[in-house]
């Protein structure tokens, strides 16, 4: 067996092409489409400053998982230049994404008995999955094989931590997350909640605050009370850089960290979460 592998992820991770194209990692990009005219699209087709936009003036953005077809067509030419493959994949918690990638990693692996192919479910969110990704390319730079890596990724899943804070309650109940009556009330009252993915890789609501700012420094007392020493720190955003840069500075001032990178929220995490999504993630003692 070749120790030579192939990091892939798909785009729920957050991170700009650009930058897994410079950590050498190859990118699947998920499926969206408006509801007005149903034209399929791909994460990130559109700049994501049209697509926030045409959020706020109405459009309505659907999302889906990822089909064996496109792993079909990801991980066959991977193979055909024989190396292996390590797959980092949006939660199952949250999609079938993982699911399908395991259906074709067990065809495939038929078919190329010589070779590996491994479907880790990260459990993990935007950049979540990017912190989780961000691991990986980091226990293949240190030499661990694919097995070594993927061995080490599982034994961290649960200390991922997502801790994020939406601006508008619609596209929460829109998603079924909050009930009608929850957003109607909270919008009126400006109650922003504090939302956390948990050890399934649910998302789960943990906690409301009255205004934006209160919400995000809630988000970063949350990284003060699990954050483990050493961790990367990541921020993503939906359009809210400013949100971004004052988290960014809370951590710094009150709490003595450093973040590692602030990404955009695509196309594909944004139409369930909405535009002014900001979010916060670090390796914790716990989830």
């Known amino acids: 067996m070749s120790e030579q592998y192939v990091l892939v992820t798909d785009s729920a991770c957050d991170l700009a092409p650009a930058l897994l194209e410079q950590w050498d990692i190859r990118l699947i990009r998920m499926p969206f489409l408006f509801t007005d005219d149903g034209v399929a699209r791909q994460d990130l087709e559109l700049p994501l400053k049209d697509f926030y936009r045409q959020m706020r003036e109405g459009r309505v953005a659907k999302t889906s998982a990822i089909n064996e077809d496109a792993y079909y067509q990801m991980f066959t030419p991977i193979l055909e230049e024989g190396k292996d493959i390590l797959y980092l ?46 691991l990986a390319k980091m226990n293949r730079e240190q030499g661990m094989t694919l097995e070594e890596n993927a061995a080490s990724l599982e034994k961290e899943i649960h200390h991922v931590c997502h801790w994020f804070t939406v601006e508008d309650l619609k596209y929460l109940k829109r998603g079924g997350r909050i009930s009608t009556a929850t957003a109607l009330l909270g919008t009126a009252l400006n109650v922003k909640p504090v939302l956390h993915v948990d050890d399934e890789g649910h998302l789960i609501k943990m906690s409301q605050t009255h205004g934006r700012k209160k919400s995000i420094r809630t988000m970063a007392a949350h990284l003060g009370e699990t954050i483990r020493e050493g961790s990367p720190v990541f921020i993503s955003n939906a359009d809210c850089m400013e949100d971004a840069e004052f988290l960014k500075k809370i951590l710094k001032e009150e709490y003595g960290v450093e973040t590692t990178l602030i990404s955009e929220i695509g196309s594909v995490i944004g139409a369930h979460s909405g535009p002014g999504t900001l979010a916060l993630f670090f390796m914790g003692t716990h989830r």
Do not use: H, M, Q, W
Request: hydrophobic content about 35%; overall charge neutral.
């Open 89 to 134: 994949a949006f939660s199952s918690g949250l999609s079938v994404t993982c699911e399908n990638s395991k259906k074709v990693a067990a065809d495939l692996s038929s078919r190329y008995p010589e070779r590996t192919i491994r479907s880790v479910d990260s459990l993990a969110a935007s950049a979540g999955e990017g912190l989780f990704v961000y």
